[in-house]
């Protein structure tokens, strides 16, 4: 069944906290269920880390609780430590009925820093073979456990371009799910269409986030950072004719290949520029009539 669900970040953003601040916690949930109408959202800074106030606090919003992002540090931890690490978030999906855990590797990004994006780590063919091996045994670790990893190509890590994407899930597999996400794929120079049909058979989650072209050629020309990119307004919802990323194709081939889960709008922008309320009914409305147009529901 697919559901549609949204991120808090779109409100109040988890990595420049400045941005939305203002905004009360109160405002969000009930924006984004009972006005808005989503079925569900993702984790974000505000919500409470003991599992049964998550769960106390979904519940009274009429949301449920959709999954969480995990930082991974293979790169500078031991798988072990790694296991020991991720526990207490699969202790908290779980508690709220979740299916996916969304990870990334953080270890040596700069998603986060004030550098340009082409400083951004990249692994060499070796490298990827030996860190998509160890991601395959934590997510080993969380199927044991009723919980799929569904990771998360980023912007700023060693899986952004379409050429990482290829490498990544060829040195991964059968665990290791992926969360296509949309506006990551075009930011990192792919064609969305393309490496979702490429890997359709291994897609788990999906975050529909779309991109300003000229916000993305002045990041690029300027050497600017992730986040200021961010504060840019580089991202945008479904629908908004800014954006350069055509949603019906990629609902077709979700539609062709029996999908059936969650569908998140995950377009961070500052709030005082961009109306959440506006840009995110903008975004639920848009992706339910293509849902419609395309057979997804």
């Known amino acids: 069944m697919i559901r549609f669900g949204t991120n808090p970040i779109a409100w109040a953003n988890d990595d420049d906290q400045t941005l939305g601040a203002h905004i009360p916690t109160a405002r969000i949930l009930d924006e984004a269920g009972r006005i808005i109408g989503f079925d569900g959202i993702e984790n974000g800074h505000r919500w409470p880390a003991d599992p049964e106030a998550l769960r106390v606090m979904m519940e009274g919003a009429g949301l449920a609780f959709i999954s969480g992002w995990h930082s991974l540090n293979l790169l500078a931890h031991s798988v072990e430590d790694e296991k020991q690490a991720i526990q207490p978030h699969l202790d908290r999906l779980k508690h709220n009925g979740c299916q996916v855990c969304i990870a990334c590797e953080t270890s040596n990004s700069v998603q986060g820093l004030d550098k340009p994006l082409s400083d951004r780590p990249v692994l060499d063919a070796d490298g990827m073979r030996d860190f998509g091996a160890k991601v395959e045994e934590i997510a080993r670790f969380c199927a044991d456990q009723g919980i799929a990893l569904v990771y998360h190509h980023h912007m700023g890590t060693v899986v952004q371009s379409p050429e990482d994407i290829d490498a990544f899930m060829a040195a991964t597999g059968p ?107 903008l975004g639920l409305a848009t992706l339910k009539r293509l849902a419609r147009t395309t057979g997804l529901i």
């Open 175 to 281: 665990a290791t799910k992926l969360l296509f996400d949309a506006g990551h794929c075009s930011f990192g120079g792919g064609d969305p269409a393309q490496v979702l049909a490429r890997h359709i058979d291994r897609v788990r989650h999906f975050h529909a986030k779309n991109v300003r072209p000229a916000i993305r050629e002045r990041v690029e020309a300027e050497g600017l950072s992730f986040m200021d990119g961010i504060r840019a307004g580089v991202f945008t919802v479904p629908g908004d004719q800014e954006g350069e990323v055509d949603f019906e194709p990629l609902l077709t081939l979700l539609a062709r290949h029996g999908y059936d889960g969650w569908i998140v709008i995950e377009a961070e922008q500052d709030p005082d520029v961009h109306n959440p309320l506006l840009y995110q009914t």
